[in-house]
């Protein structure tokens, strides 16, 4: 007997199957309200990527609909054929569909899921001890030379702060283990006070370490078995692998751009770029 099995990626869920539409929410919650409601009733399905409420239009029916996503195909339609036509925290039954279509430049952006998502979403398969990061390098690699910028509309004097680096995930229980590269910068002017300039340098540390633990999340795969257990897979390029001593060559050949990490809550759902299959709502 064959057991079907769930892929849960690291990546934000844009695809029409992981995201449902739940409308006839009723009028005498408060925002708050409804999300809490929401989120619990929800979240007993599987692991949820978010959940936003939003006030119906001026035109229809005072109330509110919200738009849930999951990680999970799988779990996000078993949610919708459980909850459609159920009360839950109302008297009166919501209406729950699976999105039919979504605007295909609104699915390619924003695929990188941010460092906090991914421990989030690993902590819910595997537990807080079920898998561990270490840092094998975190460096400094502005620009030697030191070479001054001049900002012409401000007339000062900049530096460019930039670090990399590599951050190691292990999953012990799977014998398996991978790589992320990360690269944070910011400009800072000549005359920044010490300490202000040190805070700074911490900011980008951070970001940095945080950019590559996310890049190493999107070469993991979990699989997620009918029977409830996951098997964890690490996808890499073996050209990829290079000694330690030479990860800082490694972090400067990939300085890309990280622009899709700094699109900071511009992944929220445009309901204009959402569409539901509204057939037989009545």
């Known amino acids: 007997m064959d057991i079907e099995a769930d892929l849960i990626e690291f990546k934000v869920p844009v695809e029409n199957n992981k995201t449902l539409f739940v409308w006839n929410i009723l009028p005498k919650f408060s925002e708050a309200e409804i999300y809490n409601s929401l989120d619990e009733v929800f ?31 799988a779990q996000a339609s078993k949610a919708q054929v459980t909850t459609n036509g159920k009360g839950i925290f109302q008297e009166s039954p919501l ?26 979403l690993a902590n819910y398969y595997l537990g807080f001890n079920g898998w561990s990061n270490r ?16 900002d012409p509309a401000l007339g000062t004097q900049t530096h460019n702060l930039k670090y990399g680096c590599v951050i190691e995930l ?9 790589r992320g590269v990360g690269v944070a910068e910011e400009l800072f002017e000549n005359d920044t ?11 980008v540390q951070k970001l ?26 690490c996808r890499f390029d ?15 050949v990939n300085d890309i751009s990280w622009n899709q ?4 809550g511009e992944d929220d759902d445009i309901l204009s770029e959402l569409s539901f299959n509204v057939t037989h709502l009545q």
């Open 43 to 73: 979240s007993k399905y599987g692991a949820l990527y978010s959940v936003r409420v939003c006030r119906n239009a001026a035109v229809a029916e005072p109330g509110y609909y919200a738009i849930v996503k999951f990680y999970s195909a």
């Open 95 to 120: 209406k729950v569909r699976l999105c039919t279509k979504q605007n295909t430049t609104f699915q390619q952006r924003f695929t990188y899921l941010k460092s906090a998502k991914c421990q989030e």
């Open 135 to 150: 840092i094998v390098t975190l460096k400094d690699i502005s620009q030697t030379d030191e070479q001054e910028n001049k």
């Open 170 to 178: 292990i999953f012990p229980n799977y014998g398996v283990c991978c």
């Open 193 to 203: 006070d010490p300490l202000a300039r040190l805070m700074k340098r911490g900011q």
């Open 208 to 233: 940095a370490k945080e950019r590559a633990m996310s890049d190493a999340f999107q070469k993991v795969l979990f699989v997620v078995l009918g029977n409830g257990k996951v098997a964890v897979e």
């Open 238 to 252: 073996p050209d990829q692998i290079v000694p330690d001593e030479e990860l800082g060559s490694l972090i400067q």
């Open 261 to 264: 990490f700094e699109q900071e």
